[in-house]
């Protein structure tokens, strides 16, 4: 597997059931959270027909989906200009450790660094998540200088 290139794409409305699987995966595993199939569903699909909610990335070896992120986008009139926040990372427990994740931030951040709105990427990831923090750091992140503080209205009640 290793010497196999990842090939970035876009994702597309035939992805769907890739993507909720994922998106159950990355809930279970990293915050033992279940989602709810059909909030789950209608979510992927309200965001896969509106290129301005948010984008899919998906990575593919030796043609097979084997990873994903999506791109959502948050404006920042301090800097007159678009963070892209990284969300929904997943990568098949047999593709970790093969620089899926790196090509999936690596193709992002040049796409990011292209347009002249962009202003930077960010990211939030589960404190218990270590394994994953690692490999951002290693990619040039770093911790920001913001907490996250949130008041979930859906998750908490599925």
Known sequence: MSNQEVLIRIAESSDLQTIVGYNRAMALETEDKHLDDATSLAGVQAALG???????????LGGAVVGQTMITFEWSDW???????????????????????????????TLAKKQADV???????????DHAQQTYRKLGMSHGAYVLCEEDFSIDTI
């Open 50 to 60: 509106d290129s301005n909610r948010c984008s899919y990335f998906l990575a593919e």
């Open 79 to 109: 800097r007159n200009g678009w963070f892209w926040w990284i969300q929904s990372v997943y990568v098949e427990p047999n593709a970790r450790r093969h620089g899926v994740f790196s090509a999936l931030y690596k193709h992002i951040r």
């Open 119 to 129: 202003c930077g990427i960010r990211l939030y990831v589960f404190h218990t998540n």
